[in-house]
DNA sequence: ACGCTAACATACTTGCGAGTATGTAGCCGG
DNA sequence: CCGGCTACATACTCGCAAGTATGTTAGCGT
């Protein structure tokens, strides 16, 4: 009997880690964190339960490093770009927004973590909270400050509520592209994701603007 | 033998219906839809298992219903109170906003269908999507229209993306108030409701005025 | 006043998936 | 070249919750 048998799995304990963590994120974002089996992520990594098992003591811990691990990755792009960008702070927000909502993903869709985790609230509540906190809080809050130096040197009006306009305009983007991936089965969601960057930061410029950018001075009917 | 058993089920085939949806609402938006057992949405009812699923075939149906029912009222309101309001654009979208956001809910907390779809996207995706059409897309369906007309009349400068524009706002708006319960435990995010609103919908006008709002011209009376 | 069905309650089944226990082959130090 | 640990694979347990089957009482028509 030709005992052709699975062939001895590969040892690679440098990289196995990371496969493991991308692969999560894949079918996490797929399928769901409660819909996915540990066996699927297994499967998707070219593994088995064990393995998985061998580096993440739970699923959750799984969950938990890969938003770390994804989080270092695209703040670490946005802190860089931002470094060593001057000019006017509406030329800095542009260039944030742009590198925020951009394709950083290891899985090639945008705001992966978004997809997931906004669905996991009540199943792993500590994910959520940590995601909150290094994704979409860290996020306005950066706007916000960007917001706020504009202000100060008169960049942008003095009287717009700087926190609240950072706030809805991080969380409508993010949710817009949350709803993106299924855009296909409902028509009315589809839109242009560049036309959705570029004219969320417009609008958000000019509702910084000060009220009185031209003076109108001959009146002929407009 | 005394046999002070439980006393015999009240029954009331008029309301049930009604009290399970709303128990049902309100479990689902405490706990999630998936970690809510069928069990808990019956206590909470006050009745058992055997009721819920004499008037609701699967757990599923319960949730679309509970939809269905819940953006009657919610956009019924809404539909009410735009029909007999005229005056400026502006005025509408701000009544509008306030009604869409405000304490809608038979549960007490605001946005309490959001809370739940939010997190079934997998689980359950035809409610989802159900949702999605009946709440958000026809929200922001509403305030781009409002917008248009403002662009048409000249209230509004003509060269803003509407769509955009009502997608991220209405998106933005629900999306806090969908992380505001848990606010208690992540500081960063609390903020006041109503300057949520106000300062959205603000900012949301200045960003739709033409940039020559103020005419510091020739002060006659207009 | 009787029977039938509606409106529930109670008891049971069942599948699924996280976690665990156990096995096994490669590799590294001595 | 040989033990033992590492890096996995395989086989099993076990609890939970949706759904089902079955009971029980109320009320209504006749």
Redesign the interface.
């Known amino acids: 009997m030709s005992t052709a048998k699975t062939p001895p799995p590969e040892r690679r304990p440098e990289s196995r880690p990371h496969e493991l963590l991308d692969a999560a994120l894949r079918v996490f974002a797929e399928?769901?964190y409660?819909?996915t089996r540990i066996d699927d992520v297994a499967e998707a990594a070219g593994v088995t339960k064990g393995a998985i098992y061998h580096y993440f003591a739970t699923k959750e811990e799984l969950l938990l490093r890969a938003i770390e691990s994804y989080h270092d990755r695209a703040f670490g792009a946005i802190d860089e770009i931002l470094r060593d960008a001057a000019g006017p702070v509406s030329a800095r927000i542009r260039l944030m927004m742009r590198k925020a909502f951009g394709p950083t993903d290891p899985t090639g869709q945008r705001m992966t973590l978004a997809l997931i985790l906004?669905?996991?609230?009540?199943?792993v509540?500590l994910a959520?909270?940590q995601w909150?906190?290094g994704g979409p809080?860290k996020g306005w809050?950066l706007l916000e400050s960007l917001i706020e130096e504009g202000k100060s040197t008169g960049e942008f009006r003095a009287d717009?509520?700087a926190?609240?306009?950072a706030?809805?305009?991080?969380?409508?983007?993010?949710?817009?592209f949350v709803?993106q991936p299924?855009a296909s089965?409902?028509p009315?969601?589809s839109?242009d994701v560049d036309?959705?960057i570029d004219?969320?930061v417009?609008?958000?410029l000019?509702?910084l603007?000060p009220?009185?950018?031209?003076?109108?001075?001959l009146?002929g009917r407009?």
């Open positions: 399928r769901g409660r819909n906004q669905g996991v609230r009540h199943d509540p959520h909270r909150l906190r809080i809050l717009v509520d926190e609240v306009a706030r809805v305009m991080i969380a409508g983007l993010i949710t817009q709803w299924i089965e409902i009315e969601l839109i036309r959705l004219s969320s417009e609008f958000l000019h509702g603007m009220a009185v950018v031209v003076a109108p001075i009146p407009n």
